[in-house]
């Protein structure tokens, strides 16, 4: 079973930055990919951006290009995502996923930790 725990989130000032990190642990080849999804009280879960292990490709939701950043440690098992230049519009509970490839949805991930909240204030 592929274990994930998010952590990072908080509070920031519009124009801020945050880092958001998953811990993970358990992966098969079937959870080969690491994604970050988001969910705001007033939206469905929304992709954000995906990193594979084993080939280190990226996709971003065409929204995130430019101020988020997804990266990975092997070492660690951790995945990490770098948001900078946060907008009120990013505020939403951020969750860390796992699937068997990268997919720019969000119900292809089959793995999910419980989320971190991110909140930018204005």
Same mark, same amino acid.
């Given at each position: 079973?592929?274990?994930?725990?998010?952590?990072?989130?908080?509070?920031?000032?519009?124009?801020?930055?945050?880092?958001?990190?998953?811990?993970?642990?358990?992966?098969?080849?079937?959870?080969?990919?690491?994604?970050?999804?988001?969910?705001?009280?007033? &939206?469905?879960?929304?992709?954000?951006?995906?990193?594979?292990?084993?080939?280190?490709?990226?996709?971003?939701?065409?929204?995130?290009?430019?101020?988020?950043?997804?990266?990975?440690?092997?070492?660690?098992?951790?995945?990490?995502? &770098?948001?900078?230049?946060?907008?009120?519009?990013?505020?939403?509970?951020?969750?860390?996923?796992?699937?068997?490839?990268?997919?720019?949805?969000?119900?292809?991930?089959?793995?999910?930790?419980?989320?971190?909240?991110?909140?930018?204030?204005?």
């Amino acid at each position: 079973q592929v274990q994930l725990v998010e952590s990072g989130g908080g509070l920031v000032q519009a124009g801020g930055s945050l880092r958001l990190s998953c811990a993970s642990s358990g992966r098969t080849y079937r959870s080969d990919a690491t994604g970050w999804c988001r969910q705001a009280p007033w &939206q469905g879960r929304e992709f954000v951006a995906a990193i594979s292990w084993s080939g280190g490709s990226t996709i971003y939701a065409d929204s995130m290009k430019g101020r988020f950043t997804i990266s990975s440690d092997g070492a660690k098992d951790t995945v990490y995502l &770098q948001m900078n230049n946060l907008k009120s519009e990013d505020t939403a509970v951020y969750y860390c996923a796992a699937g068997l490839r990268n997919s720019y949805s969000a119900s292809s991930y089959n793995y999910w930790g419980q989320g971190t909240q991110v909140t930018v204030s204005s």
